[in-house]
């Protein structure tokens, strides 16, 4: 099924620094959704945003809906270690829809 | 708070038994929940959409006699993988969300291995 661009694919960052990642895609989503997940584990969602040009924070995360709703980025400052993990972005279409995720983005942290 | 439960974590067994997966959403209703499958360093595939009180709608490619999906209640949705072999081998999540325009959130997913 169709699935969104992600990138980067994988990040290698010291801890300390900022971390940026993005989707697009092709077709226009009404809702964008980023979660993380670890390891042996469930997606967690991170930050929800529902309206073009929309621009979410949660602590050090910042995420923000493009204006055209075809693109997605999200932020992460002042890494740490528990920032370890893959980071997936996901569309949605209409309320309660199935979502279209992202190929996923893995952040490693070294201290 | 975890406001969806998966159960069991983790399943080890033999090739040509059927696996049940529950998944239950907590202190919520919800009509729809969706199971995922997730292969190694691979993102979330969606296998079907589970509606309360009626028939999954499954994805392309994805066997509906192969994987049983059962949404009796408005907090419980069942997945069975019938006769699973090895290739079923994998890590299925489910999510499920409020009524409304409530993100989705997942279970804490269920290892399986068939050997």
């Known amino acids: 099924g169709q699935q969104l661009n992600q990138s980067p694919q994988s990040m290698f960052i010291q801890e300390g620094e900022d971390v940026s990642m993005n989707c697009t895609s092709s077709?226009?989503?009404?809702?964008w959704l980023w979660y993380k997940q670890d390891p042996g584990e469930g997606p967690v969602l991170l930050i929800a945003?529902?309206?073009?040009?929309e621009l979410t924070s949660n602590g050090r995360l910042t995420a923000q809906f493009g204006i055209t709703r075809k693109d997605s980025f999200l932020n992460i400052s002042a890494s740490i270690p528990s920032d370890v993990g893959i980071y997936f972005c996901?569309?949605?279409?209409?309320?309660?829809?199935?979502?279209?995720f992202g190929e996923g983005t893995q952040l490693t942290v070294n201290p | 708070g975890a406001v969806v439960s998966q159960h069991p974590s983790r399943v080890i067994c033999k090739s040509g038994t059927s696996v049940k997966i529950e998944c239950r959403s907590l202190?919520?209703?919800?009509?729809?929940m969706f199971w995922y499958r997730q292969f190694p360093k691979q993102s979330l595939m969606l296998m079907a959409t589970?509606?309360?009180?009626?028939?999954?709608?499954?994805e392309q490619g994805v066997e509906k006699d192969k994987f049983l999906i059962n949404h009796a209640s408005l907090t419980l949705s069942t997945l069975t993988v019938t006769s699973a072999h090895p290739e079923d081998s994998s890590f299925y999540i489910c999510?499920?969300?409020?009524?409304?325009?409530?993100?989705?959130?997942f279970g804490d997913g269920t290892r399986l291995s068939i050997l």
């Open positions: 589970s509606n309360e009180g009626s028939k999954a709608t499954y």
């Open positions: 996901a569309g949605q279409k209409t309320s309660g829809s199935r979502l279209t």
């Open positions: 945003l529902y309206k073009a040009g």
């Open positions: 999510s499920a969300c409020r009524v409304g325009d409530q993100p989705q959130h």
């Open positions: 077709s226009i989503f009404n809702t």
């Open positions: 202190d919520f209703q919800a009509t729809t």
